[in-house]
């Protein structure tokens, strides 16, 4: 397959957000083999007016990949264990990103991260030239569910009560 292109991400988190599914998530390891992996699940956080996005508090060192071109990977430690995997969306100068939350049949970005083996050096890096992690494209998945994005409740009712977090459906 081939790697997403830079229009794709140029749009905004919430689109990006649905679009992602099913895509494959290609991760290259030290020994030069891949790990392949069909996104399952995704969030959208949309900006500074998004008070569950972390540019809610402006630029600052931590978010200042969020201002950058879509395409980049931005990452965050959470609970000092946990590297969280976005992929930042839109134009430059309007911070907004996908939280990656499911591959396959690991269901939750902190699982997410440790499987894929995330850390700090990934911050920043970019999905079109990486050679280390990229995004393929695959056949869009028009069936899918929506619910609220999860652990936000800081970000008062109108934003933890978005529907921005998507998931395939799971096949009965």
């Known amino acids: 397959m081939k790697k997403l292109e830079i229009d794709f991400y140029k749009q905004d988190?919430?689109?990006?957000?649905?679009?992602?599914?099913?895509?494959?998530?290609v991760r290259k390891w030290e020994d030069g083999t891949e790990s392949r992996y069909q996104i399952t699940e995704t969030e959208a956080y949309l900006g500074?007016?998004?008070?569950?996005?972390h540019a809610s508090k402006g630029r600052t060192p931590r978010t200042e990949i969020l201002y950058h071109e879509g395409s980049h990977i931005y990452?965050?430690?959470?609970?000092?264990?946990?590297?969280?995997?976005?992929?930042?969306?839109?134009?430059?100068?309007y911070p907004q990103?996908?939280?990656?939350?499911?591959i396959d049949?690991?269901?939750?970005?902190?699982k997410?991260?440790?499987?894929?083996?995330?850390?700090?050096?990934?911050?920043?890096?970019?999905?079109?030239?990486s050679e280390?992690?990229?995004?393929?494209?695959?056949?869009?998945?028009?069936?899918?569910?929506?619910?609220?994005?999860?652990?936000?409740?800081?970000?008062?009712?109108e934003w933890k009560n978005k529907l921005w977090r998507f998931f395939i459906k799971v096949k009965k």
């Open 132 to 157: 280390r992690i990229w995004i393929e494209n695959a056949e869009d998945i028009d069936d899918f569910e929506k619910a609220p994005r999860v652990g936000i409740d800081y970000a008062g009712d």
């Open 97 to 102: 990103a996908v939280l990656i939350r499911g």
């Open 13 to 25: 988190a919430v689109t990006v957000a649905q679009k992602l599914l099913g895509k494959t998530l």
């Open 112 to 129: 997410v991260g440790r499987e894929l083996k995330i850390d700090k050096s990934l911050y920043g890096e970019n999905l079109i030239t």
């Open 75 to 93: 990452v965050y430690l959470i609970y000092g264990m946990y590297w969280m995997l976005n992929v930042v969306t839109g134009e430059e100068n």
């Open 105 to 110: 049949k690991i269901i939750g970005s902190g």
């Open 48 to 53: 500074e007016e998004d008070l569950a996005c």
